[in-house]
Nanobody, 122 residues
């Protein structure tokens, strides 16, 4: 099982990015996928998740600005990030949740990708 993140980059305050999490090696439509981020020197934190039934869940900081979606035909989950601020700067990771429900706890996730860097400049 493997997940690969892409789509990170450098963006100005107020800008947008769309991250992708591409999966292989497991039955994608049975799993929830979560996005987490890790700023320098801090713990990895929950950002958003999407259940196997496409129910979305967001952290308080992501709610209203980020949108998570999935395309099971492409084995891919997307994270559309709008109105970005410097506090959103971090390495973003995706993981798979075998319960299918999109848990908020980091320990529920496996198969973490290598991460993609998001930097928001002021």
């Amino acid at each position: 099982a493997k997940l690969v993140e892409s789509g990170g980059g450098l963006v100005q305050v107020g800008g947008s990015l769309r991250l992708s999490c591409s999966a292989s090696g497991f039955i994608f439509e049975d799993f929830a996928i979560g996005w987490f981020r890790q700023p320098p020197g801090k713990e990895r934190e929950f950002v958003a998740s999407i259940s196997w039934k496409s129910a979305p869940y967001y952290s308080d900081s992501a709610k209203g600005r980020f949108t998570i979606s999935r395309d099971d035909a492409k084995n891919t989950v997307y994270l559309q990030m709008d109105s970005l601020t410097p506090e959103d700067s971090a390495v973003y990771y995706c993981g798979s949740d075998g319960t299918g429900w999109g848990m908020r706890a980091r320990d529920a996730y496996k198969n973490w990708g290598q991460g993609t860097q998001v930097t928001v400049s002021s």
